[in-house]
């Protein structure tokens, strides 16, 4: 989806448990998605990305699932840290090829 | 930042001045963009350029302007036809299709 100026939903965690977050992408012809972490007052940062001929990917405590059945995309964040407190963003390439479109984003606020 | 560098990192603005962003990066990406992120907002698309001397208008560039003359540089500037500029400013650079690279932001404030 596009951010449109929505205040971002958040996520509360405590540390050590498992952070499961969402995303639902609109076109069905995207087929590269990816996931960004924002810390505060900083930029973007790469996390994990996915093309549409997989469905699931894994990289360092991180794993990224496609269902593209229903449009969906999921971050989950094993045993979940303090530094993990951040704004996460997906994105895809809808049907524009090199330009992404970014989600609205989703708070994650790790309690210890 | 991966080789892109924006300036300054705070920037304050009177009522009715134009001010002029910069982005410069060394990643010899083709692609560049700006996003505007107001505080507990997402990424919203100001302007965006695929080519040197060409650029597109987001989904937000009233109040803004922008030049590609040079691949490595992408200056965004916010004119005093924007009501609302205070905000944190986000250029990118991308290349094919893949992520794109951010640099570490503006932050403009009105005075």
């Known amino acids: 989806g596009e951010s449109v100026g929505l205040h971002l939903p958040t996520l509360s965690v405590q540390e050590g448990d498992n952070s499961i977050i969402n995303c639902a992408y609109s076109?069905?012809?995207?087929?590269?998605f990816i996931w960004y972490k924002q810390e505060s007052g900083k930029g973007p940062q790469f996390i994990i990305d996915?093309?549409?001929?997989?469905d699931k990917r894994q990289g360092q405590r991180v794993t990224v699932l496609l269902n593209k059945t229903v449009k969906h995309l999921s971050l989950q964040i094993a045993a979940t840290q303090p530094g993990d407190s951040a704004v996460y963003f997906c994105?895809?390439?809808?049907?524009?090829?090199?330009?992404?479109?970014f989600g609205a984003g989703t708070i994650l606020r790790v309690k210890s | 930042d991966g080789g892109i560098t924006q300036s300054p990192k705070y920037l304050f603005r009177k009522e009715g001045q134009n001010v002029t962003l910069s982005c410069e990066q060394n990643?010899?990406?083709?692609?560049m963009y700006w996003y505007r992120q107001d505080p507990g907002q997402g990424l919203r698309l100001i302007y965006y350029?695929?080519?040197?001397?060409?650029?597109q208008k987001g989904d937000i560039a009233e109040g803004y302007s922008v030049s590609r003359e040079k691949k490595e540089s992408f200056p965004l500037t916010v004119t005093s036809a924007q009501k609302n500029p205070t905000a944190f400013y986000l250029c990118?650079?991308?290349?094919?299709?893949?992520?794109?690279?951010f640099g570490s932001g503006t932050r403009l404030t009105v005075v």
């Open positions: 990643l010899n990406h083709d692609a």
């Open positions: 990118a650079t991308g290349a094919g299709v893949a992520g794109y690279t």
């Open positions: 076109n069905s012809a995207s087929d590269y």
């Open positions: 994105a895809d390439n809808m049907e524009y090829g090199n330009k992404l479109v």
């Open positions: 350029s695929q080519i040197v001397n060409d650029f």
């Open positions: 996915i093309r549409s001929n997989m």
